[in-house]
């Protein structure tokens, strides 16, 4: 069980999200985009999307540094164990409180706003599922286990045996031992790589910087004034009905 949890489901997934990605690009280029739902509604969206991608890249970054930054390197740079986790649960949390309410925001929009959620897909529906799940699992980690908890050194577990999947040497038995939260939540993002080129989070590979402060969606500006409208039909039909009638 632990080999297929821990070392098969890993594989499998990043499979898939490579190679979905691939398929993704090759039949649906036109669907490579976020399907901004703004022209339906904007109030909710102003708020909720910084909110929720300054969370999601804060995140991400977090978990970058923890799971791929090896313990001696931190060390060699004169940070200490207990200033690194001080530092990471103080960010974690606040990061991880912004993309909470960033994505409750979402959510609640797609469900408050009828013209919104009758654009709702099925693939949307799961998404914010898993993203939901993904961020419960996060918090309860980061805040129930090691702020209000007695903690937990997944640097020395977790982290190791997610670098083994990439040198192809994972040791189950360092996840075998780890909370259950931790697995869940290991579990879940795997599972959300696996789902990610099927949803709309392929944008990210488009231009995910851009998104911090260009507009979402971009509309050309005319400069000067407006061009003068054509003449309806009918009245150039009846100007020369009437130039016609003059020159008799």
Known sequence: MNVLVWIVLPYICLAVFVAGHVWRWRRDQFGWTTHTSQLLENRLLRLASPLFHLGAFGVIGGHALGLLVPEPVTTSLGVSEHTYHVVSISAGTVTGVMLC????????????????????????????????????????????????????????????????????????????????????????????????????????????????????????????????????????????????????
């Open 101 to 248: 309410a960033g994505l409750a925001l979402l959510i609640a929009r797609r469900f408050v706003n009828g013209r919104v959620r009758r654009k709702t897909t099925t693939m949307d529906k799961v998404l914010y599922g898993f993203l939901a799940a993904m961020v419960v699992l996060g918090m309860a980690a980061t805040i129930g286990r090691n702020m209000l908890g007695g903690g937990y050194d997944y640097r020395e577990t977790i982290a190791v045996w997610f670098r083994g999947i990439f040198w192809f040497r994972p040791h189950t038995e360092l996840m075998a031992g780890a909370p259950l939260v931790y697995q869940l939540h290991a579990v879940g993002g795997f599972l959300l790589l696996a789902l990610w080129p099927f949803t709309r989070l392929v944008h990210v590979w488009s231009a995910p910087l851009a998104y911090l402060w260009r507009p979402y969606v971009v509309y050309r500006a005319r400069r000067g004034p407006a061009p003068t409208p054509p003449p309806a039909p009918d009245a150039v039909r009846d100007a020369a009905r009437r130039t016609v009638s003059s020159g008799r």
